[in-house]
């Protein structure tokens, strides 16, 4: 019994040193090039710095997504500091909960190995890296940070729900003399359901997409539960952080408009015109269904092709005698040579448009598996994982993948994906008399495979990343972006400390790398912000409030149906730029918002 002990933990101290290696690996590697120079993440460090300084969230500052993700950020920069830093540090945490958490839950559903397989790929595919032109799609400097905070407490919940589960079939199992241990058992058990329910809840105030996911999910963990008790002190506790945010912001905005920005996750399911743009139908596969389909179904054939490859191989070499002498080990290493070499005939970006299937799959085969006692655990965990995964790929439903996006709503498929491969395949595969230990190495390899492809392409983003931008804890690399970026900061650093600023329409990261406050509640003027809070309202915003400078960056907006800021929408906000601001100097680069500009920005006063 000790010594099983003993092994087991063995075991575990290797697999958490696996994942610690590699997690501070990918982290110095990628050290300080996460954000992009100009989108998104720019927000995602202004509103909690004026937070921070005492701004209220949906009156100070205009805001589309629940409130729980700037205020945690916003306590972050009053403990560390605001600095691009103390959130870089603060998302490792972030990103080291939703490995742990990860680890934890697939490994009870399957095994160790498998379980760390998968957060290893998680990490190469999601976790660090870049693999598109925009930086941002990373768990260190999100575009978001509803998204990361909701997928942690998303995984969170499942992990406190199969605690109490495991409790509750401990507690029943015990003897009926057992009185005071029974006690504890259920106090610990319900404790497990409650906390579940509060991360339910507070994902609740993140973004819709997280918040439907474990709200389907938890559903479905209850109704495997069947207790009506537990279901409703779950209930309880999940409506409780929605409740504490109405009362807390109730002070400053009012009790219905505190009510309203706690209930914005779910109220931006209602912004039907924004959905509709062409950057979220695109990001759906809605734009082409057909063709989409035909595109999943192709990737989805060639997944096929090399689980049977795989499984062929584990039935094919398991008595030769190259086999027997090489090893698994080293059949499958040198398979994995032998694809490397073919890599570049291989679309890395398409590979993931299984992942809805993969996600059905775990659902049907836990679905057959939670009948038998012996099973009954575990099915409950993959069905509730697995509705996780799957919700949360609706928003790229026919066009899944792990770039954009798919960083953070994908990260839960690619897991159950690395788990069927490394922990099912091969117990068929043994049930079929084949080789295990062959299909695992294969599968192994597989995996390996894939996240060096992945991390090769994230290396050719990263190495155009050669410009510094910003100062001490605010230090990051951009590419040639930020060169242009620099030269107007420098101008704007001039100004009087107490000098505003807006930037139009993207690239509030220039706000708060000077610490330039914007006078009105909004900071970004792309297409979506104009359909959600009205260009009327921003334009007397900004006739109420002037601010001292302007920026303008030039931005392609074609991917929402429109190209350009002022020419193709927000007409009327540009009209009155052009009326209240003139240029203070030549353009940095391409003069912005100009047909065939490629990058350039501008300094405008009053």
């Given at each position: 019994?000790?010594?099983?002990?003993?092994?087991?933990?063995?075991?575990?101290?290797?697999?958490?040193a696996?994942?610690?290696?590699?997690?501070?690996?990918l982290?110095?590697?990628?050290?300080?090039?996460?954000?992009d120079?100009?989108?998104?993440?720019?927000?995602?460090?202004y509103?909690?710095?004026?937070?921070?300084?005492?701004?209220?969230?949906?009156?100070?500052?205009?805001?589309f997504?629940?409130?729980?993700?700037?205020?945690?950020?916003?306590?972050?920069?009053?403990?560390?500091?605001?600095?691009l830093?103390?959130?870089?540090?603060?998302?490792?945490?972030?990103?080291?909960g939703?490995?742990?958490?990860?680890?934890?839950?697939r490994?009870?559903?399957?095994?160790p190995l498998a379980?760390?397989?998968?957060?290893?790929?998680v990490?190469a595919?999601c976790?660090f890296?870049q693999?598109?032109?925009?930086?941002?799609?990373?768990?260190?400097?999100?575009?978001?940070?509803?998204?990361?905070?909701?997928?942690?407490?998303?995984l969170?919940a499942?992990?406190?729900?199969?605690?109490?589960?495991?409790?509750?079939?401990?507690?029943?199992?015990?003897?009926?003399?057992?009185r005071?241990?029974?006690?504890?058992?259920?106090?610990?058990?319900?404790?497990?359901w409650?906390?579940?329910g509060?991360?339910v809840?507070?994902?609740?105030?993140?973004?819709p997409?997280?918040?439907?996911?474990?709200?389907?999910?938890?559903?479905?963990?209850?109704?495997?539960?069947?207790?009506r008790?537990?279901?409703?002190?779950?209930?309880?506790?999940?409506?409780?952080?929605?409740?504490l945010?109405t009362?807390?912001l109730?002070?400053?905005?009012?009790?219905?408009?505190?009510?309203?920005?706690?209930?914005?996750?779910?109220?931006?399911?209602?912004?039907?015109d924004?959905a509709?743009?062409?950057f979220?139908?695109v990001?759906m596969g809605?734009?082409?269904?057909?063709a989409n389909?035909?595109?999943?179904a192709?990737s989805?054939?060639?997944?096929?092709?090399?689980?049977v490859?795989?499984?062929?191989?584990?039935?094919?070499?398991?008595?030769?005698?190259?086999?027997?002498?090489?090893?698994?080990?080293?059949?499958a290493?040198?398979?994995?040579l032998?694809?490397?070499?073919?890599?570049?005939?291989?679309?890395?970006?398409?590979?993931?448009?299984p992942l809805?299937?993969?996600?059905?799959?775990v659902?049907?085969t836990?679905?057959?598996a939670?009948?038998?006692?012996?099973?009954?655990?575990?099915?409950?965990?993959?069905?509730?994982?697995?509705?996780?995964?799957?919700?949360?790929?609706?928003?790229?439903?026919?066009?899944?993948r792990?770039?954009?996006?798919?960083f953070?709503?994908?990260?839960?498929?690619?897991?159950?994906?690395?788990?069927?491969?490394?922990?099912d395949?091969?117990?068929?595969?043994?049930?079929?008399?084949?080789?295990?230990?062959?299909?695992?190495?294969?599968?192994?390899?597989?995996?390996?495979?894939v996240?060096?492809?992945?991390?090769?392409?994230?290396?050719?983003?990263?190495?155009?990343k050669?410009?510094i931008?910003?100062?001490?804890a605010?230090?990051?690399?951009?590419?040639?972006?930020?060169?242009?970026?620099?030269?107007?900061?420098?101008?704007?650093a001039?100004?009087?400390?107490?000098?505003t600023?807006?930037?139009?329409?993207?690239?509030?990261?220039?706000?708060?790398?000077?610490?330039?406050?914007?006078?009105?509640?909004?900071?970004?003027?792309?297409?979506?912000?104009?359909v959600?809070?009205?260009?009327?309202?921003?334009?007397?915003?900004f006739r109420?409030?002037?601010?001292?400078?302007?920026?303008?960056?030039?931005?392609?907006?074609?991917?929402?149906?429109f190209?350009?800021?002022?020419?193709d929408?927000?007409?009327?906000?540009?009209?009155?730029?052009?009326?209240?601001?003139?240029p203070?100097g030549?353009?940095?680069?391409?003069?912005?918002?100009?047909?065939?500009?490629r990058?350039?920005?501008?300094?405008?006063?009053?």
């Amino acid at each position: 019994m000790a010594a099983g002990t003993a092994r087991a933990a063995r075991l575990l101290s290797a697999h958490g040193a696996a994942l610690a290696v590699a997690f501070v690996a990918l982290a110095a590697w990628t050290w300080g090039t996460w954000p992009d120079v100009l989108v998104d993440f720019g927000r995602e460090c202004y509103a909690p710095w004026r937070l921070a300084e005492g701004d209220v969230l949906y009156r100070d500052l205009a805001w589309f997504n629940g409130p729980l993700s700037p205020y945690v950020n916003a306590l972050a920069f009053e403990l560390g500091g605001a600095s691009l830093r103390t959130l870089f540090v603060a998302n490792l945490a972030v990103l080291a909960g939703v490995v742990a958490v990860v680890w934890g839950v697939r490994a009870r559903a399957s095994t160790p190995l498998a379980a760390t397989a998968a957060c290893l790929v998680v990490l190469a595919l999601c976790g660090f890296g870049q693999l598109v032109g925009i930086g941002n799609y990373n768990f260190i400097a999100p575009y978001s940070h509803e998204t990361t905070h909701g997928l942690l407490l998303g995984l969170a919940a499942l992990a406190c729900f199969e605690r109490g589960a495991a409790r509750g079939a401990e507690r029943v199992a015990g003897r009926p003399d057992e009185r005071g241990a029974e006690r504890a058992g259920e106090r610990t058990e319900r404790i497990a359901w409650l906390l579940g329910g509060l991360c339910v809840g507070l994902a609740w105030l993140t973004k819709p997409e997280l918040a439907l996911a474990v709200t389907a999910a938890a559903a479905v963990r209850l109704a495997l539960a069947r207790d009506r008790a537990t279901t409703a002190w779950v209930a309880a506790a999940a409506f409780a952080p929605t409740l504490l945010a109405t009362a807390l912001l109730a002070p400053a905005l009012g009790a219905a408009e505190a009510w309203r920005g706690a209930t914005s996750a779910w109220r931006g399911l209602a912004a039907s015109d924004a959905a509709g743009l062409d950057f979220y139908t695109v990001g759906m596969g809605l734009d082409a269904p057909l063709a989409n389909l035909g595109r999943l179904a192709a990737s989805a054939a060639a997944w096929l092709g090399v689980v049977v490859a795989l499984g062929v191989a584990s039935f094919a070499l398991r008595s030769t005698p190259l086999a027997r002498r090489a090893g698994p080990w080293s059949v499958a290493a040198a398979a994995a040579l032998g694809a490397w070499l073919l890599r570049e005939h291989v679309h890395w970006l398409a590979i993931a448009r299984p992942l809805p299937l993969v996600a059905l799959l775990v659902l049907a085969t836990g679905w057959a598996a939670r009948r038998a006692p012996e099973r009954r655990a575990g099915a409950a965990t993959r069905l509730a994982f697995a509705t996780f995964a799957l919700v949360l790929l609706l928003k790229m439903s026919l066009n899944a993948r792990v770039q954009h996006y798919g960083f953070v709503l994908a990260a839960p498929s690619v897991a159950l994906a690395v788990v069927v491969a490394v922990g099912d395949l091969p117990t068929w595969v043994e049930r079929l008399r084949g080789s295990a230990s062959l299909a695992r190495a294969l599968a192994l390899a597989g995996c390996a495979l894939v996240a060096a492809a992945h991390l090769e392409l994230s290396d050719a983003r990263l190495a155009k990343k050669t410009v510094i931008v910003g100062e001490g804890a605010d230090r990051f690399r951009a590419d040639v972006r930020g060169e242009y970026l620099n030269q107007a900061l420098a101008v704007l650093a001039r100004e009087p400390a107490d000098a505003t600023l807006a930037v139009f329409p993207e690239g509030v990261i220039a706000n708060f790398l000077l610490r330039r406050r914007n006078p009105t509640p909004f900071v970004n003027f792309m297409p979506p912000e104009l359909v959600l809070f009205g260009e009327a309202r921003i334009v007397q915003a900004f006739r109420d409030a002037p601010p001292d400078r302007v920026l303008l960056v030039h931005k392609d907006t074609s991917e929402y149906g429109f190209p350009l800021f002022g020419a193709d929408y927000g007409r009327e906000l540009a009209a009155w730029l052009v009326a209240t601001y003139r240029p203070l100097g030549p353009p940095f680069g391409d003069p912005p918002l100009t047909p065939g500009a490629r990058f350039g920005v501008q300094v405008l006063g009053r």
